[in-house]
């Protein structure tokens, strides 16, 4: 029989990796969503070769002091929670303290901070099978900047299950799209070889919303899409839903928020189905951007480690809200309104 023996650190995480960092795409979704979480109001998000060569984020948000910077990339370390009780009732959208060491161990990551506007911060990044901190000085304005190259070069196995370039960034821009739908007003720009392909202003009043949707969904969704805001149960639904003159072919422009996270849940997708039933024919699907607010300490997200998955105490609750809020609606709605557009 082989001994017990507890893993080294890289190899720790590596595994834990396996579960969050599948392809380029989910690095960005974990590095916009801790810019997001630092209160950043500009986010910049460079990437070359699909993300494949090195991504990098920058945010202009809190920074990290230099004393925490080796936690940063430690596993199992955050700032965002400290007791059990805050698991209850979780107010930011990253909690497990483990995106950045898992990224970390699968890549060679060099993460740059400055909390103050002296232009002067701290860059770490870690060395080793125990992955040690290596901290040195470096030029950052207030912020922090996350660089991430030659992803999966030590796991040969995951690195094969990358597709080419182009469809990488294309998983990789549908996250950026989500983020900057449930942010709008943080500024976003996405750079792929040198080549600006996105700038987005912060959006703050309704025009500006929706030239951000316009840029994110396209104009004939904002041409076709029904905006809505109601409150019930404490909870409020709000965005906009596409008429059912505007169905589509697939069920590719779905975004359903809770508390800023989009998630994909059979509650929802079930009760938005049966909201829809009555006016979309057979076999087409509905569009739509929705948020869901509700109070956090009723539903569960620490379901799994990339937290797609949520689970609400009142499972019926939800299901009535969502139902009830888009059927009343499309009920408002006529639909030989509008001609028959989309695809
Ligand atoms: P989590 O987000 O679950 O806490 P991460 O591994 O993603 O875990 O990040 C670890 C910690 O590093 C965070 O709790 C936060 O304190 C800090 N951090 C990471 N990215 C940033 C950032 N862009 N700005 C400020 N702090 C950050
Ligand atoms: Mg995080």
Not at 170 to 190: D, I, K, T, Y
């Amino acid at each position: 029989m082989a001994r017990i023996a507890l893993l080294e650190a890289r190899l720790a995480n590596q595994i834990a990796a396996g579960e969050v960092v599948e392809r380029p795409a989910s690095v960005i979704k974990e590095l916009i969503e801790n810019a997001l979480d630092a209160g950043a109001r500009a986010i910049d998000v460079h990437v070359e070769q699909g993300g494949l060569a090195s991504l990098r984020v920058r945010d202009d948000g809190d920074g990290i002091a230099q004393d925490d910077l080796p936690l940063a990339l430690a596993r199992h370390a955050t700032s965002k929670i400290h007791h059990v009780d805050d698991l209850e009732a979780v107010a930011t959208l990253g909690f497990r303290g483990e995106a950045l060491a898992s990224i970390a161990s699968v890549s060679r990551l060099t993460l740059t901070s400055s909390t103050d506007s002296s232009g002067l911060g701290w860059a770490v990044r870690t060395e080793g099978r125990e992955m040690s901190a290596v901290v040195q000085p470096a030029r950052h304005p207030r912020g922090t900047s996350v660089e991430v190259r030659d992803l999966f070069f030590n796991t040969p196995a995951r690195r094969k299950f990358m597709r080419t370039e182009a469809t990488e960034f294309r998983h990789l821009e549908e996250v950026v799209r989500r983020l900057a739908l449930v942010s709008p007003q943080v500024s976003f720009s996405l750079t792929h070889n040198a080549r600006v392909l996105w700038q987005l202003k912060p959006a703050t009043t309704e025009a500006e919303m929706l030239r951000r949707l316009s840029h994110i969904c396209g104009p004939q969704f904002v041409a076709a899409a029904h905006p809505l805001d109601q409150e019930a149960a404490g909870a409020r639904l709000h965005g906009w839903l596409g008429l059912p003159t505007f169905s589509r072919a697939q069920a590719d422009l779905q975004y359903f928020f809770v508390n800023g996270r989009m998630v994909r849940d059979k509650v929802v997708s079930h009760a938005v189905r049966q909201a829809y039933a009555d006016v979309l024919y057979h076999g087409r699907h509905p569009a739509f951007v929705l948020f869901l607010d509700i109070d956090p300490g009723t539903v569960d997200v620490n379901v799994h480690p990339t937290k797609h998955e949520v689970r609400f105490r009142e499972q019926r609750l939800v299901h009535d809200l969502i139902y009830r809020g888009l059927h009343r609606a499309l009920a408002e709605v006529r639909p030989d309104d509008a001609p028959p557009t989309g695809s």
